[in-house]
Structures are given as C-alpha cells and as structure tokens.
C-alpha cells in the first residue's frame, strides 16, 4: 500500500512536470476557426483532376531530394520540346470530398500519393482575409496555391486551415494537394486498426472570406454547476482590443465586453436557459458580433456529470442508450462525410431508441455532430489511440495531442458531445499508462466541463468473474470497457453466469460487445455468421450487464457493417467486419430489434426538472 501510494505521488509529480510544459505547448497553437460552415464560404467540394502517384515522382527528384519543382508547380509543357511529364489538365477527374478507395477500383486497396488540382476563379477584396480550410484529409496532406506551399498537416480526422490571401490572385487560380495515406508504425493510428484506411480528401473543402479582424475562436456555455450563469469566452483572430457582443436574443441577453491585448474577452452572462436533453433538444440562437465580424450559432445549455455510480444529464440520472458507429457512408461503401449521410446515420440510431452515440475511433466530420445534437442525441468523441501505438515516441504523443486539441477545438459548442475519449483497448505498460495520464492531464486542461472516458479491456478472470482493474481508472469519470464474451471467446451459455467486478464507485459503461452476422443467413442459435445467434448474443449480453449495479450505458458494436483490410472471410465478410445490426445495404438484421426492444423498455427520464437552487 505504501509502495503503491509512494508510487502514485511520484507520478502526480511528474505529471504536474508535463502539464506545465503541455501548457507552454499550448498557448503556441493555433485554433481552426470556430463554426466555418456559418462564414462566408465558397465551396470547393465537387471535381478536382487526380494523378496517382505510387513512387512519389511528383514531389522527389531521382535522388530522393524534394524537387523544387514538383507537381505543385502545375506545370504544362510550353512548346513541342519542352518535357513535362504529367498534366493535371488531360487526368481523370474525382469528385471530392470522398475517400479515393471507392471511387476508383483500382485503388482499393492503394496506400501512397495521389495530388489532386482544382481550379478557381477569385476577386481579391480590400479588408478582408481568405482561408482554405479541409474538413479532414487522410494522412499526411500537403497544400499549395499557385506554386508556393500554404501549408501541411499530419492525421486524417480533424480540421485544418491556412491563410492565402497573399498567394491568391484576381481571376484564375490553382490549388494543388497531395495527399498520403501510408501508414506508418509511429503514427496515429498505427499500421494495424479494424478499419479501412481511406484515404483522399474526405471532408469539405472551403475558401473562407473573413474581415482583416475576425471572430476565430469562442466558447458559450453553461458554467460547470450552475443553471443560472453563461460564460465562455471570444477571441480575435489579432492580439487587438475591441468591443465584442454576445446576444442571445430568445433570452433578451446582450453583453458587451472588451477583448485584452491578447485579443480575448470573457463572457459572463445571468441567465436561466431551458435545457436541452435528448427529449428537448433545445438550441438557442447566440450571436457574437465584432467591429466587422458577425457570427451566429446554435447552442444548447446543460450540465453532465457523475455522482457515485450515476452519470447525471442537468442533475438527473441518465442511462445512456447508445451504439458504436464508424464513419461509413449509409447504403454506398465509403467514408461519410455529407450532411445527408449523417442524417440517415442518425436516424437509424434513433430509429433504434438511442439517445447516445460512440462516434469511433477517431472525430467524425462536424455534420453528424451537429444533426445528433439537433435530434437529441448524445455523442462519445475519440481520437485514433487504438491498440498498440509507439507509447516511447514523443512524437507520436506530440501527435495523438494535436489531434485532441483538434478535435476539442472544434466541438467544444457542441451541448450534445458528452464524453471525450482519449483511447481504446491499450495494453498495459508503464510507458502506456505516462502516455494516457497525460492525454488524460491534457483533455481535463482543455475542458473541464465534460466527462473523460478510454475503453478499456478485462483485466483479468477469476471464479467465473470477469475483473476491470486498470490503473487509468483512476483518471476517467465513467469505466469502459469492450467484451466480446460470447465471440471472441467463451460461448452464448457463460453469458447467463459471467459476474462482474468493477471495484469502482463510478458509473460503468460496455463501450463495446457484438458477434458478426451476414444478414440474410438464417439457422440456429448456435451457429456462428447467422442473425439468429448475433440476436441471442445481444439478448443474453444484455441481461447480463443490467443485473451488475453501476450498469450506465452501452453502445454495442456497431450500427452498419463496414469494410475493413482484417475481415478475409469470402462469402461472409468479404472484407467488411459483419458485426453490424444494419448491414451494408442498410437492411436490419434480427439483432437491431432485440436492442430495440431492449431500449424501449429501459425508463428514460422525461425532461429532467431542473432545481435551481444547486
Ligand atoms: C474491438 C475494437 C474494434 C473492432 C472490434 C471487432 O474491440 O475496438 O475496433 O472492430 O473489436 O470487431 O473485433
């Protein structure tokens, strides 16, 4: 015990070490602007020229040194002696955003470079800045705009933008982006994942139009614990002193406040907003106004938190209905990306009961963070730490970080994204538990208002008892775990006696079980591949977990079959892990209905009654 205790205070200590460092790191970084979809936009989305580029010709010289004049450089060949050998102008045309695997079979399976060219036709005005923003492109992404480099980014799921004002041009202009998904063993995710490695530009593309001064960064919310007080805080995109407003005009609420040389002003309003809950998915207009700059959003008030084993949406208990989804395309294969795709998404999960979704493994496109938030729907967002990545390399830390920054930033007006998880089924080791402590350090640092999760695996098992025992329990607010009892391992019966020891005075929460089912094969329960046996699996699984006290939520695994390089099974799986309760062509198998029901029967409660008085 002593030892344990002398153990844990030298971890503290050197976790208040990397914090402060993680703070200085911090106040260096740059914030992808707030709400881009509500700024003055112009849409590149639609057909861009591609060339594939496998030996990465188009950005080496023959002896590997980057070539000055790559493809970036749009080149065309001037005259009948003059060689060049490739043109954006005569390759085939993609229309993005999308994922490259889908669109062209020869590339399903290709990991490496593609470059893609758009053409575009701009009117520089006076005051004003513009911006190339992406959605989200996977892996590594390298940016140019008339010949000269704006830019890069490193991981596949997050927003990233770069100011071009000066490179543009009036009139015709080009933007020239490779994009490269090999996966490489530092990065995050590493090379193994159950997952398809998409790669392309796979979210919005946008030429943003802002004032020289502009609105990039704010925070509206509830304050932790209070129903009666908004705060938050805006940011200039210049460390300038300005007048800013907030309004909230269904609350008669408009402040004025100053931003300090930082180009930041708090916000601190008296107010008692309705609530939103998944019954009353409430979202009221906010305006932010600058000297030139005017914002709106839709933003939702509420508190979230445990208590004991109960996790409590706006101070009641809330048993959080949910299931697992990957960002794949509903009834075409691919990655979804569009509001119409997270429409259909959403839908089904509603369809099916749920008032909470695990968005997995990585932060999926804004849309269907905000249709689940306008359709009451609770969301679970993580970032790619997925099984083993290099725990030692601090530039994969470096990078898992960025990519929680990233995905904090940009949700973190979104009422309905509850959780933030930092990781899924990692093994334990001394240099695993330093990495996630300071994940952890980090996302509390970022956000103190939200829950902090990590799906976790069974520790060990004993006495027909299965045992959660992770040292990260002591950094979460919910224990999570995934268990496959029933599939990978054990059978249907040891469903009807597993007992459970989960040794902590929190809420748990089953982030994931399932078995793999083909829809459309039929037999017994006691066949493998069939609806029938995945139907008896989530009965069974489901009885279980609601016997064992602290019992909060699931999100079973998962919402649609989709494709994935591990599933090899031909006739089964046929490269998509089966384990869907929607298949791919967006039929339900006999499972969807056993948590249907499962759902139905579960009390919500109705609109939770506020007391004013905490
Ligand atoms: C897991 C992983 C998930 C896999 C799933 C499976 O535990 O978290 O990414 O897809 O199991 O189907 O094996």
């Given at each position: 015990m002593l030892l344990q205790n002398t153990v844990y205070t030298m971890r503290k200590a050197m976790l208040i070490t990397l914090l402060l460092s993680v703070t200085t790191a911090y106040a260096q970084n740059d914030v992808v602007m707030q709400n881009v979809f509500a700024r003055n936009v112009t849409s590149l989305n639609g057909s861009w020229n591609y060339i594939i580029d496998p030996f990465d010709m188009g950005y080496y010289d023959y002896r590997l040194n980057e070539n000055p004049n790559g493809f970036f450089k749009n080149q065309k060949a001037k005259n009948s002696q003059h060689l060049v050998e490739y043109n954006f102008d005569t390759s085939p045309l993609m229309v993005l955003p999308s994922d490259w695997n889908t669109k062209n079979p020869q590339l399903f399976f290709y990991e490496g470079s593609i470059w893609f060219k758009k053409d575009f036709v701009h009117t520089k005005q006076p005051g004003r800045r513009t911006y190339i923003y992406f959605g989200a492109a996977n892996y590594d992404t390298k940016v140019y705009v008339n010949g000269t480099k704006v830019g890069e980014h490193t991981g596949g799921f997050t927003p990233f933008e770069f100011d071009v004002t000066n490179v543009l041009k009036d009139g015709n202009n080009f933007v020239v982006v490779r994009v490269n998904n090999e996966r490489i063993?530092?990065?995050?995710?590493?090379?193994?994942?159950?997952w398809w490695n998409y790669g392309g530009i796979t979210r919005d593309v946008l030429l943003v139009s802002v004032p020289?001064?502009?609105?990039?960064d704010y925070l509206i919310q509830?304050?932790?614990?209070?129903?009666d007080n908004i705060v938050g805080y805006v940011r200039l995109n210049q460390a300038v002193e300005k007048p800013i407003t907030v309004e909230i005009p269904a609350l008669s609420l408009r402040q004025t406040v100053r931003t300090d040389v930082s180009g930041k002003a708090t916000v601190s309003l008296r107010a008692k907003p309705e609530l939103w809950s998944p019954d009353r998915p409430l979202l009221y207009e906010v305006r932010i106004l600058s000297e030139n700059d005017t914002i709106t959003d839709q933003i939702g008030f509420r508190q979230i938190e445990t208590v004991g084993k109960e996790i409590r949406l706006n101070g009641k208990k809330i048993f959080l209905k949910g299931i697992a989804i990957h960002e794949e395309a509903p009834f075409r294969q691919g990655r979804a990306w569009s509001p119409e795709d997270a429409k259909t998404t959403i839908g089904w999960a509603k369809e099916l009961g749920c008032n909470f979704v695990r968005l997995a493994h990585y932060p999926h496109n804004e849309h269907i963070v905000r249709e689940a938030e306008r359709q009451g729907v609770m969301v679970w967002s993580e970032i790619p730490v997925y099984w083993t990545i290099h725990w030692e390399n601090p530039d994969t830390y470096a990078n898992a970080e960025r990519q929680l920054d990233e995905m904090i930033d940009r949700d973190k007006n979104r009422c309905n994204v509850i959780i933030w998880s930092v990781a899924n089924e990692t093994p334990h080791s001394e240099a695993r538990d330093a990495f996630l402590e300071k994940l952890a350090a980090r996302t509390r640092l970022k956000d103190s208002t939200r829950l902090l999760s990590m799906a976790m695996e069974v520790t060990s098992t004993y006495d027909n008892t299965s045992k959660i025992n992770d040292y990260m329990h002591r950094y979460v607010d919910i224990i999570s775990f995934n268990n496959y009892l029933g599939w990978y391992?054990?059978?249907?019966?040891d469903l009807n006696t597993r007992r459970w020891d989960i040794p902590y005075d929190k809420p748990f929460f089953v982030s994931e079980f399932g078995a793999g089912a083909l829809q459309g094969k039929h037999g017994t329960t006691d066949e493998i591949w069939t609806e029938e046996y995945q139907a008896e699996l989530y009965r069974r699984t489901l009885a279980m977990y609601d016997k064992v006290e602290g019992f909060a939520g699931c999100s079973p695994w998962i919402l649609v079959d989709f494709y994935s390089p591990r599933r090899q099974l031909n006739d089964i799986q046929d490269f998509f892990n089966r384990k869907g309760i929607i298949s791919n062509n967006g039929i339900r198998k006999q499972a969807f209905y056993v948590l249907q029901d499962f759902y139905r029967r579960k009390i919500t409660p109705l609109t939770p009654q506020v007391d004013y008085a905490r």
């Open positions: 063993p530092s990065g995050v995710p590493t090379v193994n994942a159950d020289d001064v502009f609105i990039d509830l304050e932790k614990g209070r129903y391992g054990g059978t249907l019966n």
